[in-house]
């Protein structure tokens, strides 16, 4: 089973954004380069990830050149 962002901690929407604002990214420009649509990438913004898979955040960690456990966890960057 795969882990959801729900288990992986409370802040990922928190991470999400501010790396995304230190990328100078749209969330459309992240959309693109992620593969994953504006709707998903939204509703982790607004807290409501909570069905994403840890994929799902290595793709966006990987657009926005971070360590997926930095969105996940909060460890490193």
């Excluded at 962002?5 to 501010?18: H, M, N, Y």
């Excluded at 459309?28 to 840890?54: F, K, M």
């Amino acid at each position: 089973m795969a882990r959801r962002t729900g288990e992986l901690g409370p802040l990922v929407a928190k991470r999400l954004q501010k790396t995304l604002d230190d990328s100078g990214l749209s969330v459309a420009n992240l959309a693109d380069r992620s593969h994953v649509t504006r709707q998903t990438i939204y509703r982790i913004l607004e807290g409501r990830g909570g069905n994403s898979s840890i994929g799902l955040i290595a793709d966006l960690a990987r657009a926005l050149q971070v360590h997926p456990a930095w969105l996940a966890y909060g460890i490193g960057k």
